[in-house]
């Protein structure tokens, strides 16, 4: 242990002794990210009105709460709904896109691209506020259609980001060679292309699900009576009491998207591969 | 052969044709993405650009921005908003520099078990993370109970509702963003650059500061620049955890319009705070890839 201490961490670097506070002040930052996300998870078993930690009684009360309760189930269906929808139609748009934007030389393939991705960078608020705008006019407002619609815009630029560095690291003279022997564009690219760049594919779907899934700020604006999403409920009972039924919610929340993580993680150490 | 010309000129002419109209149908591949944003984001955004011209007599005026000189409850708005983003972005520098320097420097088997308290919050969704923070926080929270507790306080303090309690869950949500995009600098760094600083007689720490640092600043600016730019449009969080005493000027939108339904004094304040965006990603434009910035942290 000592002569860990005194040992410099590289020839170049002083030693681990005289740099023992970055060691402590990055464990206090990872503390700092992973604790608040994970205390959900045993408040959430309370026996109790009040949130506590640790929970003095345990039980599955909240968890009753949630599945028990008509409302609760619709939008968690409705937020299902979306999710899925979204990740189809975000996936199949983003990459015909990408592949469009990645193939064609036009010069106008930059400007498109910026334009794709535009929702990235304009505040979702404004995005929301926009969309509520042309639903009132075009009656899509608390609509599944609507939610999905507006969810997909925001998960193209994702899918573009990620099929995008897919067919970046992918020989497209091996699309000419397959055309060269008779295959036509769609074939070569369905049966040469689709299999090599599919990890990226998967992960850009991962990704456009989740990001449906969570999302709040358009469902605020767009979303509403039977159509309501899950995140939308939560965010108004969030703002009028602390209800430890939403802990419940956070929890399978959280298995959900940590399911999902692992499962992009697999998806990119075979795309890496 | 004279007719050999006109016949490959026929043929260049025809390849050209053939090359142009696949072009076209590759373009194509692009429409039906093009449709959605257009109709979801560029036709509103026209739309509410011209709205925040129109004042409530209806005819052409800039009153929806001389309300803002006006008023100053607006420029309190406005000035809170670049306050809580500046505040936020130095939070996210001071803790995640040395969390991705840490995390680059151990081996990578180590640094992959550690990813994991980055990439889990990454992953969660935010209203999870800010309800998280809001039981954390409150009156009789964790926070509270720890501190008086260990002695360092003897009356429950109020750590939320108020601006400490937002800039500690905005920082929590940010981290990432800016981790992510530092640690992928620094992982990039060529070690045989301190190696040489080294060889030549520079001190630890001359070779930090003169050599490290400037080479992960690229990633370190990446960072910063999504950490600011999304806090500027934040709403969530700042709504759970300001507790109605923190208004932003997302907050000021969603209220001019649900609760004054003035499409006229939203579009305006819609409007400076996305020029206020652009400004900020043209001005960082001449230091960076600007296009590229928002691939890091999806590319994890």
């Not at chain 1, 009040?50 to 008509?70: A, K």
């Not at chain 1, 990740?87 to 015909?96: K, W």
Request: a positive charge; proline letters at 5%; glycine letters at 6%.
């Amino acid at each position: 242990m000592k002569a860990w201490l005194d040992a410099p961490a590289s020839d170049t670097q002083i030693t681990h002794k005289q740099r023992l506070w970055l060691y402590l002040l990055a464990a206090l930052v990872m503390l700092f990210l992973i604790a608040p996300t994970l205390i959900v998870i045993p408040m959430s078993f309370s026996g109790s009105r009040f949130l506590e930690f640790p929970p003095r009684t345990w039980s599955l009360t909240w968890y009753r709460h949630y599945f028990d309760s008509p409302e609760w189930m619709q939008a968690t269906l409705v937020s299902l709904k979306a999710a899925f929808l979204t990740m189809l139609l975000a996936t199949v748009t983003g990459g015909m896109a990408a592949y469009g934007l990645a193939r064609s030389k036009v010069r106008m393939a930059r400007w498109i691209y910026l334009m794709l991705i535009s929702p990235m960078i304009i505040p979702v608020i404004l995005l929301a506020v926009g969309a509520f705008y042309v639903y009132v006019k075009l009656r899509l407002l608390n609509t599944l259609a609507g939610l999905v619609l507006a969810h997909s815009v925001l998960a193209i630029p994702l899918v573009l980001i990620v099929v995008g560095a897919g067919l970046k690291s992918f020989d497209a003279s091996q699309e000419m060679a397959a055309r060269s022997l008779g295959a036509t564009r769609l074939e070569a690219f369905l049966m040469v292309t689709l299999p090599q760049i599919r990890f990226s594919v998967l992960t850009a779907a991962l990704l456009s699900f989740l990001a449906s899934f969570d999302e709040v700020v358009m469902a605020l604006f767009i979303s509403g009576g039977d159509n309501a999403t899950l995140t939308r409920n939560m965010f108004d009972a969030l703002r009028d009491q602390i209800d430890p039924t939403i802990a419940s919610i956070s929890t399978i929340m959280i298995c959900i998207s940590s399911g999902l993580m692992a499962l992009a993680q697999v998806l990119r150490k075979r795309r890496a591969d | 052969m004279p007719s050999a010309e006109p016949s490959t000129e026929l043929n260049a002419d025809r390849l050209r044709r053939a090359a142009f109209k696949e072009r076209l149908a590759l373009f194509g591949l692009c429409s039906p993405a093009l449709m959605l944003v257009t109709v979801i984001v560029v036709v509103p955004a026209a739309w509410l650009f011209w709205l925040s011209f129109v004042g409530q007599a209806g005819v052409l005026s800039l009153e929806n921005y001389q309300r803002m000189l006006d008023n100053s409850a607006y420029a309190t708005i406005f000035w809170l908003t670049v306050k809580v983003a500046f505040l936020t972005t130095a939070v996210c520098v001071l803790a995640g520099y040395p969390l991705a320097y840490f995390l680059s420097q151990i081996p990578a088997k180590v640094a992959n078990v550690c990813m994991i308290a980055v990439l889990v919050p990454f992953w969660t969704s935010l209203l999870v993370r800010t309800y998280a923070w809001l039981i954390l926080l409150q009156r009789h929270g964790l926070v509270n109970d720890l501190g008086m507790g260990l002695g360092l306080w003897h009356e429950p303090l109020t750590l939320v509702n108020n601006l400490g309690g937002t800039l500690v869950g905005m920082s929590h949500i940010m981290l990432p963003f800016l981790v992510l995009p530092v640690y992928g600098a620094m992982k990039a760094i060529d070690r045989d650059y301190p190696r040489a600083a080294a060889g030549l007689g520079a001190s630890p720490v001359d070779v930090f500061l003169k050599v490290f640092f400037p080479l992960s600043l690229p990633g370190l600016f990446a960072g910063m620049l999504i950490v600011f730019i999304m806090c500027l449009g934040f709403y969530v969080t700042p709504a759970i955890l300001g507790g109605g005493k923190i208004i932003l000027v997302s907050m000021g939108i969603a209220t001019n319009i649900q609760l004054f339904v003035n499409w006229g004094a939203a579009s305006a304040l819609g409007v400076v705070l996305f020029g206020l965006t652009l400004l900020i990603l043209f001005g960082a434009s001449f230091v960076m890839r600007v296009d590229q910035m928002f691939d890091r942290g999806h590319a994890q």
